[in-house]
């Protein structure tokens, strides 16, 4: 699976939403 973030830097600049959005991904998979 490939990152949907370009960078780390942009991961962590959606704060806490990065999480969420992460596990629904985990989730659906």
């Not at 830097?9 to 991904?25: E, K």
């Amino acid at each position: 699976m490939s990152p949907a973030f370009s960078s780390w830097s942009d991961f962590f600049a959606m704060g806490g939403y990065a999480f969420f959005v992460w596990l629904a991904v985990a989730m659906t998979v």
